[in-house]
């Protein structure tokens, strides 16, 4: 199967399915000299592993990541480095019903005409459950990016029609409540309505949005390697995701140039913008102010409702899908938005090690 590699430089390849053995990632390109452990990995999986929150799969899973190579004493050794999560809560049980049909809203059907096969066990490299690589690759390329004074943050934007008022903005309060939003008052709403999709057996998308501060201009290629082009790239390919924003997004669409033109000015002997409508993107380069972008997420597509579809065989069916599901896939995908966002940054900041003669000079002429 093609299409499990991502990056140039920093390159990560996800693997396993949803009830295999064990799912996880080979991450190439890491410089070494990372202090890294397990546990820098965990805190980012734990973020998004099932059965924590009442808006979450009931599935029971630990998530407990294991590093298998290109770390010694602490450290990457700049050889790649290979991680590994075991599945330990398998119920494939409750997926051997929909081995004949295909689930609504599902990929399903399209998985079944491109191989002529699938793995209807939760999935397989359709779940959800695929995320952890990118999340502990992430975890990584986060890493790195603290190095040098760069953060990527993302948080629930929006759930349903809910959205945050960014007046309210506490970041903290989104790492402590069931939603993932940064505004108790609007963190309530979307809990309400949740219940409220929960008792009618239905589900709920919503919105993520990301925040890369710090970010020096110049990074981003000008034609088919723009930055916020290879930002939609990564974004997009997450499960569910059906749409990608950056700056004013479509927003920009109904403006007029007089307002969506970010001035430049002067200022500590730097150029900056009065306003940020592109966020943080001008031609597909970074142009040092923050990088703001949002992923939309259709809501979960395995509800507990009665439904039309159809079987293998062409047999015109009505099916309810049975299991344990999310309620809103969001909440756990914040840390999934996060860790793309960052492995895509990590990425072409190392690719733009060689755009300039000066900057390759300056290295090697420092070379003892």
């Known amino acids: 199967m093609a299409g499990s590699t991502f990056g140039t430089i920093f390159k990560i390849t996800t693997w396993g399915e949803s009830h295999g053995a064990a799912l996880g990632v080979v991450v190439d390109g890491c410089p070494a000299g990372l202090v890294l452990n397990e546990e820098n990995i965990q805190t980012f999986l734990d973020r998004r592993k099932p059965g924590v929150t009442k808006f ?50 599902h990929a399903d059907y399209t998985f079944d005409q491109k191989y002529g096969f699938r793995d209807y066990r939760g999935g397989g490299r359709s779940s959800g459950r ?15 990016l603290e190095q040098l004074g760069i953060s990527v ?3 629930t934007y929006a759930i349903g029609d809910i959205e945050i008022n960014m007046e309210n903005f506490d970041l903290n309060e989104a ?22 999709c929960m008792k009618n057996l239905d589900s709920a998308g919503g919105v993520v949005a990301c925040s890369v501060k710090n970010m020096p201009s110049g990074i981003g290629e000008p034609v088919f390697e723009k930055l916020d082009a290879n930002l939609a790239k990564a974004i997009l390919s997450i499960g569910a995701v059906k749409a990608f924003e950056i700056g004013d997004g479509t927003m920009a669409a109904k403006s007029k140039g007089s307002i969506n033109n970010d001035c430049f000015c002067m200022k500590n002997g730097a150029v900056i913008k009065t306003t940020n409508h592109a966020g943080g993107v001008l031609g597909g380069i970074s142009d ?49 938005v996060e860790a793309m966002t960052a492995i895509t940054i990590l990425d072409m900041l ?11 000079q300056t290295f090697y002429n420092n070379i003892g």
Do not use: C, W
Request: charged share 25%; glycine share 6%.
């Open 56 to 105: 979450a799969t009931q599935r029971k899973e630990a998530d407990s990541v294991e590093i298998l190579s290109g770390v010694f004493e602490g450290k990457t050794t700049g050889t790649p480095i290979s991680m590994l999560v075991r599945n330990t809560s398998q119920r494939s049980a409750d997926y051997s019903e929909i081995a004949s049909y295909y689930r609504p809203g």
């Open 175 to 196: 790492r402590n409540n069931h939603t993932g939003m940064p505004d108790r008052e609007a963190a309530e709403k979307a809990a309400a309505y949740l219940q409220e």
């Open 130 to 144: 695929e995320t952890i690589g990118r999340v502990a690759a992430g975890a990584i390329a986060s890493k790195l």
């Open 153 to 155: 943050t993302a948080y």
């Open 288 to 336: 040092g102010s923050e990088i703001l972008l949002k992923a939309y997420f259709k809501p979960t597509p395995s509800i507990f409702q009665e439904q039309e579809t159809v079987k293998r065989n062409g047999e015109n069916i009505t099916v309810q899908i049975k299991g344990r599901h999310d309620p809103i896939i969001v909440p756990r995908a914040v840390v999934v």
């Open 350 to 360: 190392l690719q733009n090690m060689t755009a300039r003669l000066d900057n390759i």
